[in-house]
């Protein structure tokens, strides 16, 4: 019998009312990869979330329309800085705890991508708007499954072995929407895309025997009609399978 990993994915809170929610494309995903995705509410409590990542072959962070709280990389709140809740980063902070204690394979999209890189000890854009480090439009609104610019992918990287990608010379298209991104990149990171403009736009583990990946589009929202986002979701599922025997 298929062995189907599962894939835990931390969810997002409403403040308004109280329900935790998450776009339902992140679980659609997972399934047509060969993947169980488990639902992990935000509740930060450590051993609770220490007995939920036992259970899971692999951890995907999700994107949220929050920012992660600059006191974590030891900045101050700009005038910018979107909506923080501390539910939401003291999940995944703790979650990535564990899932590093068992050597996961991680898969962390925008917001994903932005909390794995603080949990690494690097820092983030507050707000590359006003940041002046920015030449094109991050967050492009709707609708969000258009592919609105172009990314350059590191040679030798987790992205490059994708044959879309390598098909495509490294060069693809992705959809956009964020107000922040990576500046300082942590440790045991490396960043392996950019933006034409410079932002970066993925990072991947660098030690052997880890796969962690973190992207800062949406492959979630592309995944039915894009290779690249297809391709991206079917590897880490993969990788879950084969940690987990």
């Known amino acids: 019998m298929v062995r189907h990993p599962r894939i835990g994915i931390t969810?997002?809170?409403?403040l308004s009312t109280g329900r935790y929610y998450l776009d339902r494309r992140y679980c659609a995903a997972v399934v047509a990869s060969g993947g169980v995705p488990i639902l992990i509410p935000l509740i930060p409590g450590t051993e609770f979330v220490r007995q939920i990542v036992d259970c899971i072959d692999g951890l995907l962070l999700p994107g949220s329309n929050t920012d992660v709280d600059p006191s974590y990389y030891g900045e101050e709140p700009e005038p910018r800085l979107g909506t923080v809740i501390p539910?939401?980063?003291?999940?995944?902070?703790?979650?990535?705890?564990?899932?590093?204690?068992?050597?996961?394979?991680?898969?962390a999209i925008c917001f994903g991508m932005q909390v794995l890189n603080v949990f690494r000890g690097g820092s983030i854009i507050q707000d590359i708007g006003s940041s002046g480090t920015t030449s094109i439009k991050h967050d492009q609104g709707v609708p969000y499954e258009r592919?609105?610019?172009?990314?350059?992918?590191?040679?030798e990287s987790l992205l490059s072995r994708l044959e879309p990608v390598s098909t495509a010379g490294g060069k693809i298209r992705v959809n956009s929407s964020h107000h922040q991104a990576v500046k300082s990149v942590g440790r045991d990171l490396a960043a392996i895309a950019r933006a034409s403009d410079g932002v970066i736009e993925a990072i991947e583990d660098t030690r052997?025997?880890?796969w962690a990946l973190g992207v800062q589009w949406h492959p979630e929202m592309t995944c039915d009609h894009d290779p690249v986002s297809k391709d991206i979701f079917k590897v880490f599922v993969e990788v879950s399978r084969n940690g987990a025997a």
């Open 87 to 107: 539910d939401k980063d003291e999940t995944d902070l703790l979650a990535l705890r564990f899932a590093e204690e068992k050597a996961l394979p991680i898969l």
């Open 147 to 155: 592919n609105s610019h172009s990314v350059l992918i590191e040679a």
């Open 11 to 14: 969810t997002r809170l409403e």
């Open 208 to 210: 052997d025997g880890r």
